[in-house]
C-alpha cells in the first residue's frame, strides 16, 4: 500500500540525516561556507518534513488500514453466512425435486402395472377356456393395481405441489432476501472505504501546513547560498602563505655558471631557496604547481605545514590547551577549598585523602603549562605573537606566570635551543611540501596522522600486492597504528609516512606501554 513507501521515504530521509552528522570538532568550522550551511538547514527541513510524512503512514495504518482490515474480516463472515443460507434453501430445493421426481416415475411405473393387469383381466374374461376363478383373481390383480396407482398418482400430485411452493419461495422470497442482505454488505463495505478515503484526505491536509514551511525552508536554504563568499572562505581558510616564486637566472654556461639564489623564495623560514635547491634530485624536471607527492611526516610543531595553514593550527592548538588548563586550575581551586573545608572540620573528611589528587592536578597544569608555552614559541616563530598575546588574557592567572615559574626552576625543553628559539634540527623544510597537500582531485583535506602504538619486526617478507597492503622485508621495524581486530591484519607505519595493513602472523610486535 502506499503509506509503505511513505515509512521509506521517512527512513531515507532519517537515514540521510544520520549519516551526514558532523563531529562537534568538525561543525565550526564546516557552518562557515554557505553551501554546508543550507544542506544542514535542508537535511533539518526534510527531517520535519519525513516525520509529517510518517505520521500520515501510522494515522492511515492505525485509523484506516486496521479498522478497514478488520471490518472486511467481519463482511467476510458475514457473507459466508449468507452464502451458507442460500446454499442450504438450494439444498432444500433440490431435495424436494429428487422426491417429486421419484413419485413421479413410481407414479408413471404403477399406472403401466394397472394398465396391464386391467387388460389381463379383460383378455382372461373373454377367453372361454378360463375358468371362474381366474377371472376374479385377475380381475381382483387389476383393481388392486388400479388403487395402488391412484395413490402414487396422489402422492406424485402432493410432491408436485409441494415443489412448486418450495420452489416459488426459492426465487420468490428466500434468494431476493439474500440478494439484498449481499448487497447491503457491499454498499457497507464501499461506504467503509469511502471514509477511510475522507479521513486520509483530512489526515493530508492537517499536515500540509506543516510540509509548507517546511518547503518554504528548503526555499530559503537553497537561496541563501552565496558561492562567491563561499570560495572566499575556503581560500581563506586553505591558504598557504607563501609567496610566488621569482624568474629563474640565466645561467650562462660558456661565462660560467651562474647560481645566484633568486630575490624571491618559496619558504618563509630559514635561508632562502631557488627554484632549483627546492626540486633536489629532480632540478632537471619542471616544477608543476599541482604534482603529486607523497605527504610529509607530520611533526608536533605543525611544520610540515604552509606558514598560513601552521599559524592555524598552532592557535587553535593554543586554545585547546588553554581550555584544558583552565579546567585544571578550576578543579585544583575546587580541591583546595575542599581540603580547607576537611582541615577546619575534620568530621567532613580526611584532609590527607585529597593530596594524591592535588598532586595529580599540579601535575596536569605543569604539563599543560609547559605545552603552552611550547606553542607559544612555535606560534612567535611562525609570524603570530600579537594573536598569541591576545589569546593569553583569556588564560588563568597561572599560566601567565609559567614563564617565570620554568626559569626558577631550570627547567628546558628538548625542542627548544639555549636561546630559546626552536631548534631547526630534525624539522622539515616546509618549502618542501608546498603543495603536498593537494592530491590529484585536490578534495582530500591535510589529516594529522595517529601518533603510533608500538613497533613491529618484521619476520618474512611479504609482498603487498592486495590495494591497501604494504610492502616488508624480513628484519624491517615498522610503527603500529592500529592492533589487529580479529581479522588477521594489522595496520603499520614507515618511517617516510606511508601506511598500509601486512599480517598479523608476519611480524613480531611489541605495544608500548
Given at each position: 500500500?502506499?503509506?509503505?513507501?511513505?515509512?521509506?521515504?521517512?527512513?531515507?530521509?532519517?537515514?540521510?540525516?544520520?549519516?551526514?552528522?558532523?563531529?562537534?570538532?568538525?561543525?565550526?568550522?564546516?557552518?562557515?561556507?554557505?553551501?554546508?550551511?543550507?544542506?544542514?538547514?535542508?537535511?533539518n527541513?526534510m527531517?520535519?518534513?519525513a516525520?509529517?510524512?510518517?505520521?500520515?503512514?501510522?494515522?492511515?495504518?492505525?485509523?484506516i488500514?486496521?479498522?478497514?482490515?478488520?471490518?472486511?474480516?467481519?463482511?467476510?463472515?458475514?457473507?459466508?453466512?449468507?452464502?451458507?443460507?442460500?446454499?442450504?434453501?438450494q439444498?432444500?430445493?433440490?431435495?424436494?425435486?429428487?422426491?417429486?421426481?421419484?413419485?413421479?416415475?413410481?407414479?408413471?411405473?404403477?399406472?403401466?402395472?394397472?394398465?396391464?393387469?386391467?387388460?389381463?383381466?379383460?383378455?382372461?374374461?373373454?377367453?372361454?377356456?378360463?375358468?371362474?376363478?381366474?377371472?376374479?383373481?385377475?380381475?381382483?390383480?387389476?383393481?388392486?393395481?388400479?388403487?395402488?396407482?391412484?395413490?402414487?398418482?396422489?402422492?406424485?400430485?402432493?410432491?408436485?405441489?409441494?415443489?412448486?411452493?418450495?420452489?416459488?419461495?426459492?426465487?420468490?422470497?428466500?434468494?431476493?432476501?439474500?440478494?439484498n442482505?449481499?448487497?447491503?454488505?457491499?454498499?457497507?463495505?464501499?461506504?467503509?472505504?469511502?471514509?477511510?478515503?475522507?479521513?486520509?484526505?483530512?489526515?493530508?491536509?492537517?499536515?500540509?501546513?506543516?510540509?509548507?514551511?517546511?518547503?518554504?525552508?528548503?526555499?530559503?536554504?537553497?537561496?541563501?547560498?552565496?558561492?562567491?563568499?563561499?570560495?572566499?572562505?575556503?581560500?581563506?581558510?586553505?591558504?598557504?602563505?607563501?609567496?610566488?616564486?621569482?624568474?629563474?637566472?640565466?645561467?650562462?654556461?660558456?661565462?660560467?655558471?651562474?647560481?645566484?639564489?633568486?630575490?624571491?623564495?618559496?619558504?618563509?623560514?630559514?635561508?632562502?631557496?631557488?627554484?632549483?635547491?627546492?626540486?633536489?634530485?629532480?632540478r632537471?624536471?619542471?616544477?608543476w604547481?599541482?604534482?603529486?607527492?607523497?605527504?610529509?611526516?607530520?611533526?608536533?610543531?605543525?611544520?610540515?605545514?604552509?606558514?598560513?595553514?601552521?599559524?592555524?593550527?598552532?592557535?587553535?592548538?593554543?586554545?585547546?590547551?588553554?581550555?584544558?588548563?583552565?579546567?585544571?586550575?578550576?578543579?585544583?581551586?575546587?580541591?583546595?577549598?575542599?581540603?580547607?573545608?576537611y582541615?577546619?572540620?575534620?568530621?567532613?573528611?580526611?584532609?590527607?585523602?585529597?593530596?594524591?589528587?592535588?598532586?595529580?592536578?599540579?601535575?596536569?597544569?605543569?604539563?599543560?603549562?609547559?605545552e603552552?608555552?611550547?606553542?607559544?614559541?612555535w606560534?612567535?616563530?611562525?609570524?603570530?605573537?600579537?594573536?598569541?598575546?591576545?589569546?593569553?588574557?583569556?588564560?588563568?592567572?597561572?599560566?601567565?606566570?609559567?614563564?617565570?615559574?620554568?626559569?626558577?626552576?631550570?627547567s628546558?625543553?628538548?625542542?627548544?635551543s639555549?636561546?630559546?628559539?626552536?631548534?631547526?634540527?630534525?624539522?622539515?623544510?616546509?618549502?618542501?611540501?608546498?603543495?603536498?597537500?593537494?592530491?590529484?582531485?585536490?578534495?582530500e583535506?591535510?589529516?594529522?596522522?595517529?601518533?603510533?602504538?608500538?613497533?613491529?619486526?618484521?619476520?618474512?617478507?611479504?609482498?603487498?600486492?592486495?590495494?591497501?597492503?604494504?610492502?616488508?622485508q624480513e628484519?624491517?621495524v615498522?610503527?603500529?597504528?592500529?592492533?589487529?581486530?580479529?581479522?588477521?591484519?594489522?595496520?603499520?607505519?614507515?618511517?617516510?609516512?606511508?601506511?598500509?595493513?601486512?599480517p598479523?602472523?608476519?611480524?613480531?610486535?611489541?605495544?608500548?606501554?
Open positions: 500500500m502506499q503509506y509503505c513507501s511513505w515509512r521509506g521515504y521517512a527512513s531515507t530521509c532519517r537515514a540521510m540525516q544520520m549519516t551526514a552528522t558532523i563531529p562537534p570538532e568538525r561543525e565550526t568550522g564546516i557552518r562557515k561556507f554557505s553551501n554546508h550551511q543550507s544542506f544542514l538547514d535542508i537535511l527541513e527531517n520535519d518534513y516525520g509529517q510524512r510518517e505520521l500520515i503512514a501510522e494515522n492511515m495504518m492505525m485509523n488500514c486496521i479498522e478497514i482490515t478488520k471490518y472486511l474480516q467481519e463482511l467476510k463472515m458475514e457473507r459466508k453466512t449468507h452464502l451458507s443460507e442460500a446454499k442450504k434453501a439444498q432444500s430445493l433440490e431435495s424436494t425435486y429428487k422426491q417429486l421426481d421419484s413419485s413421479k416415475k413410481r407414479f408413471e411405473r404403477e399406472w403401466r402395472e394397472a394398465d396391464k393387469a386391467a387388460q389381463y383381466a379383460e383378455k382372461t374374461d373373454q377367453d372361454i377356456n378360463a375358468t371362474k376363478a381366474d377371472v376374479e383373481k385377475a380381475k381382483q390383480q387389476a383393481n388392486m393395481r388400479t388403487r395402488i396407482a391412484e395413490e402414487c398418482k396422489n402422492d406424485y400430485a402432493a410432491q408436485l405441489q409441494k415443489y412448486n411452493k418450495e420452489q416459488s419461495q426459492f426465487y420468490f422470497s428466500d434468494m431476493p432476501l439474500i440478494f442482505k449481499l448487497q447491503d454488505m457491499d454498499e457497507r463495505r464501499v461506504r467503509k472505504l469511502a471514509q477511510g478515503y475522507v479521513l486520509f484526505s483530512d489526515t493530508e491536509r492537517h499536515v500540509m501546513p506543516i510540509i509548507g514551511k517546511c518547503l518554504e525552508g528548503v526555499t530559503k536554504a537553497g537561496t541563501n547560498v552565496n558561492e562567491r563568499n563561499d570560495s572566499i572562505a575556503l581560500i581563506e581558510q586553505y591558504k598557504s602563505g607563501f609567496e610566488r616564486p621569482g624568474d629563474l637566472d640565466f645561467e650562462d654556461y660558456s661565462q660560467g655558471i651562474n647560481r645566484a639564489s633568486s630575490d624571491s623564495s618559496l619558504g618563509t623560514l630559514g635561508t632562502p631557496k631557488g627554484p632549483l635547491e627546492l626540486l633536489g634530485k629532480n632537471s624536471k619542471p616544477f604547481l599541482f604534482s603529486k607527492k607523497s605527504k610529509p611526516t607530520v611533526t608536533e610543531d605543525f611544520g610540515h605545514l604552509p606558514p598560513e595553514q601552521r599559524r592555524k593550527r598552532l592557535q587553535q592548538k593554543l586554545d585547546d590547551i588553554g581550555k584544558e588548563l583552565q579546567k585544571e586550575v578550576d578543579q585544583s581551586e575546587a580541591l583546595e577549598k575542599m581540603k580547607d573545608v582541615e577546619k572540620n575534620a568530621q567532613m573528611g580526611d584532609p590527607a585523602s585529597l593530596s594524591p589528587q592535588i598532586n595529580q592536578t599540579a601535575q596536569n597544569m605543569e604539563r599543560l603549562r609547559g603552552l608555552n611550547k606553542y607559544e614559541s606560534l612567535t616563530e611562525a609570524g603570530k605573537r600579537g594573536d598569541s598575546m591576545l589569546r593569553r588574557d583569556t588564560l588563568p592567572e597561572d599560566a601567565l606566570s609559567y614563564r617565570s615559574h620554568s626559569n626558577n626552576n631550570g628546558t625543553h628538548e625542542p627548544y639555549p636561546d630559546g628559539t626552536h631548534s631547526e634540527e630534525g624539522t622539515p623544510d616546509p618549502s618542501q611540501a608546498i603543495y603536498a597537500e593537494f592530491d590529484d582531485d585536490f578534495e583535506e591535510e589529516e594529522e596522522l595517529v601518533a603510533p602504538i608500538g613497533q613491529c619486526t618484521a619476520m618474512y617478507n611479504f609482498p603487498g600486492a592486495s590495494e591497501g597492503t604494504i610492502t616488508m628484519g624491517e615498522l610503527s603500529v597504528v592500529e592492533e589487529d581486530k580479529g581479522d588477521g591484519w594489522t595496520r603499520v607505519r614507515r618511517a617516510n609516512g606511508n601506511e598500509g595493513y601486512i598479523t602472523s608476519y611480524v613480531s610486535i611489541s605495544l608500548s606501554q
